[in-house]
């Protein structure tokens, strides 16, 4: 006659304690998730300081897409700036040669559809403006390099408007590509006697893809 075999059943005091242990475990993963949570978006909605800027890069691709945040510490923050977002078209002729256009002032023709008008569109109000603020805060103005996934998105999407509005100056789809630069003027002093310098930010030329002339 076989011997039944006895298994070693687990304790209530046993098992009480593993499942304490486990707790404890994820309750600690927890708090160290949250706190580095917290401290990517205080660095996220601060103001502009030398940790801001040394932990630009991890900061961005914890924060976007999803936890990105349209508020900022110490509100209001009025502007300090002024910017104009310009752009060039290169277009492919009948006879296949490349024409090259002159800088095309996008912000300038928003503006003029905005003054006088008592009901302005909240496109030109705010669409080039807000693609731009995109765009800078999701890549280095040195190299142009994305920080984080949310780069390659903003990229797309700024250069859908440039191409948009080419195609409303007449262009069609033989626009093979689009190079933006933007002019940054400082907001000065209302007494100054000489005004603040303006610099421009020039990025490369970026190809049209079918998607962008839907």
Do not use: C
Not at 2 to 7: A, K, L, N
Not at 90 to 96: F, H, K, N, Q, V
């Amino acid at each position: 006659m076989d011997t039944p075999i006895e298994t070693a059943v687990p304790s209530d005091e046993q098992r009480s304690t593993a499942v304490r242990s486990i707790s404890a475990l994820f309750a600690v993963l927890a708090i160290l998730v949250t706190l580095v949570h917290v401290f990517f978006v205080f660095l996220h909605v601060a103001p502009s300081n030398t940790l801001s800027q040394e932990y630009r890069k991890p900061t961005g691709t914890w924060i976007y897409p999803y936890f990105e945040q349209n508020w900022a510490l110490f509100a209001p923050n009025p502007m300090s700036e002024n910017f104009r977002l310009q752009a060039q078209s290169r277009i492919r002729g009948a006879d296949g040669s490349v024409v090259e256009s002159d800088w095309s002032d996008l912000t300038g023709n928003d503006l003029e559809h905005i003054r006088g008008n008592p009901y302005p569109s909240k496109a030109d109000q705010n669409m080039i403006r807000r693609a731009w603020s995109s765009y800078a805060d999701a890549h280095e103005a040195k190299d142009e390099s994305a920080i984080g996934t949310r780069g390659p998105l903003t990229q797309r999407y700024l250069r859908r408007i440039v191409v948009h509005r080419f195609q409303d100056a007449g262009a069609d789809r033989r626009l093979e590509s689009v190079r933006i630069r933007v002019a940054t003027t400082p907001i000065g002093k209302p007494d100054a006697k000489v005004g603040p310098e303006t610099s421009y930010r020039t990025l490369g030329w970026w190809e049209t893809k079918p998607d962008d002339f839907r």
